[in-house]
């Protein structure tokens, strides 16, 4: 498996697409999905954990491989566990590896990049709790929650990093304009 390292959204950005957030757990993997135009991140569903670090790919594998391509995402986020002294922990790995597997199987077609997703399930507890669901009745809620909250900061951050760029463009070839002679 390659050095795990953050992405930047925005950075490399494939275009206009779908993209699929995954929140990896010990047990469950949440699955959330955006808008064509990577607008809006919605739950899909939440995939029960079977492949380990060692073992081959297992259904679980095979069922995120299918959803990319039943969504025909262009980019996969998967939330890394990073510690919070910045460090990768055993969780991060775990997230790494199946985002390794992923971009194995899916190959050019996909991005693959790895997002920091501390606090995700805090962030979707609380947010499941204000509407009212109970934590322990909505486990399987809870992770799909995880994942929308690491793709749609994903795709806030894209949009804010496009924008900026696209500013920049502008900036630069307005400069470049007026200092050419007429």
């Keep these: 498996m390659a050095r795990l390292a953050l992405d930047i959204p925005g950075h490399d950005d494939p275009g206009r697409g779908r993209r699929l957030g995954v929140d990896v757990g010990d047990v469950r993997i949440g699955v959330a999905v955006s808008d064509p135009d990577a607008i809006l991140a919605t739950p ?11 073992d081959p790919d297992g259904p679980d594998i095979d069922r995120l491989v ?4 039943e969504h025909e995402v262009v980019e996969i986020v998967v939330g890394l566990p990073i510690m ?3 460090s990768f922990g055993t969780s991060a790995r775990k997230a790494g590896d199946v985002g390794f597997r992923l971009k194995r199987r899916l190959g050019e077609r996909v991005e693959v990049r790895y997002a920091d997703e501390r ?13 009212g669901i109970d934590v322990r009745s ?20 894209r949009k804010r990093h496009l ?11 307005e400069g470049s304009e007026s200092d050419t002679p007429k």
């Design 44 to 54: 899909v569903e939440t995939v029960a954990r079977a492949t380990r670090r060692k």
């Design 66 to 69: 299918e959803l990319a391509e």
């Design 84 to 86: 919070l002294d910045g």
């Design 119 to 131: 606090m995700t399930t805090v962030m979707a507890q609380s947010k499941l709790h204000a509407t």
């Design 138 to 157: 909505g486990r399987k809620v809870i992770d799909q929650a995880a994942a929308v909250e690491i793709l749609q900061t994903w795709l806030d951050t």
């Design 163 to 173: 924008a900026e760029q696209a500013n920049s463009d502008s900036n630069t070839h």
